[in-house]
């Protein structure tokens, strides 16, 4: 599909799935490279709805013993970042002492970063590193460190493969860019 239609946006295919794939494969490799012979075992906090697909993907991946972990913050409506990041959900385990590899969609504002940074404190992890399918670094501004990208892409507004338009569109396996 070169177009797709949601509602009353069109979209264009912007990043096809095969490029995702390996942009997926080099993060992996990263990541593995960082925790190869860990004896503890890892947690891959899963940030609901978006990382799904993401998170599914780099699991099958990872060369190491890890536990996935999902939670839920919201700030958008519509196409537009509403700039206030609500925790629409929980933490689904407890990890105190443990060490987090939190797993984003995308990383454009970067208020949920700084917030799940604040939350994972709380919560007693030992460490927490970010790990993106996507970062906006010309929307990124803030000084939490992102210590695992898979691809930079142009501040547009895009969804598939788990980015969604009003919960729409997460189940495409290419990424789409507003077509205008």
């Known amino acids: 599909m070169n177009k797709v239609t949601l509602k009353d946006k069109t979209f264009r295919t912007s990043i096809p799935y095969e490029r995702i794939m390996t942009a997926i494969d080099q993060v992996a490799a990263k990541i593995n490279a960082d925790f190869r012979g860990c004896t503890d075992v890892p947690v891959l906090l899963c940030v609901l709805n978006g990382s799904i697909m993401f998170t599914a993907e780099l699991m099958k991946r990872l060369e190491f013993n890890c536990q996935i972990v999902s939670t839920k913050l919201t700030s958008y409506e519509g196409t537009n970042t509403t700039g206030k990041v609500k925790q629409a959900m929980g933490m689904t385990a407890d990890i105190t002492g443990r060490r987090v590899i939190v797993i984003e969609d995308i990383v454009d504002s970067g208020n949920t970063i700084v917030e799940l940074k604040r939350i994972l404190e709380e919560k007693g992890a030992s460490e927490s590193r970010i790990c993106t399918m996507l970062l906006k670094p010309d929307a990124y501004k803030k000084d939490v460190k992102l210590d695992y990208v898979a691809m930079e892409i142009p501040n547009d507004f895009i969804v ?21």
């Open 160 to 180: 598939g493969f788990g980015l969604d338009y009003d919960e729409l569109g997460r189940n495409f396996k290419d990424i789409y860019i507003l077509d205008e």
